[in-house]
């Protein structure tokens, strides 16, 4: 059990929570709640979620990237505690899981949420697995935004109120950029093992200084992200919320910047996670 949690990587896992609570409460803003919607999504992003780390943790180690040289928390399958065969099972699984509960979003809404579900399934297995992996050729941090944080937002919104909403696309945004920030800090962590295994990920392909800024330009478009929406006229004067979490952004900001040992790097890995979540429970408490 204790290998099966640690292939999951629960840190991670505010990555699929974020989007979904964002998600709702724009249906709710919307004044179209659907519980069923709400549950449903949020089961479909945490199996997608788990899903795609599953397959990551063993298509890295059959790729070479994941060896004794990380610098990161320990990988099952890199570890022996579990098979490649194994994990990759564990994964198909969970996006069977997702699939399932899927088909009745696909029976209510039709074909604009089959295709959503196709390609989060089919971009999950394809970011380590795969003839051209999404990770290893620096599209990661793409794919995070757009599936972590466009679909899942926008989805979650259409799963409840049978359209797409202005509110949800724009609100995707900063939730997508925080969730990628994840993704940046993590490749700039791995940066000379990845290398090393032949893994191309952007950070390795634009190098640590630029990914440092990166990471920064993730953080500052997303403290801008409530203003904006606020300047279009889509939220109330409760906009500034998750400026209550400007505190961790400086934080966060300063040790990427200036730090470079690698236990300083994975603190601020976790922290940029919880970031990510918190910010999401202060969007979302915003639009509300």
Known sequence: MNAWILAARLPTLPAAVAPVLVGTAAAVHEGRFHLLGALGAL??????????????????????????????????TQKGLL???????????????????????????GWPVLVAGLLSIASGLAYTGGPWPLGYHGLGELFVFVFFGVVAVVGTTYVQTGAISTLALAASVPVGLTCS???VLNNLRDI???????????????????????????LVLAVVGPAAMRLAGLTGRWFWLPWLALPEVLYLGHIVWWRRDAPALIAGLKRTARLHLVYGILLAASLL
Do not use: H
């Open 181 to 183: 920030a994840i993704l």
């Open 192 to 218: 000379d093992t990845d290398r090393a295994a032949g893994k191309r990920t952007l950070a390795v392909r634009i190098g640590a200084p630029a990914t440092r800024v990166l990471y920064e330009v993730c």
């Open 43 to 76: 089961v479909i992003s945490l199996a997608i979620q788990i899903g795609t780390n599953f397959s990551n943790d063993a298509f890295d180690f059959l790729r070479g990237a994941d060896t004794t040289r990380r610098l990161g928390p320990p990988r099952a």
């Open 83 to 109: 098979s490649a065969k194994a994990v990759l099972m564990g994964a198909s699984l969970c996006y069977g899981l997702a699939a399932l509960v899927g088909f009745y979003f696909v029976a209510r809404y």
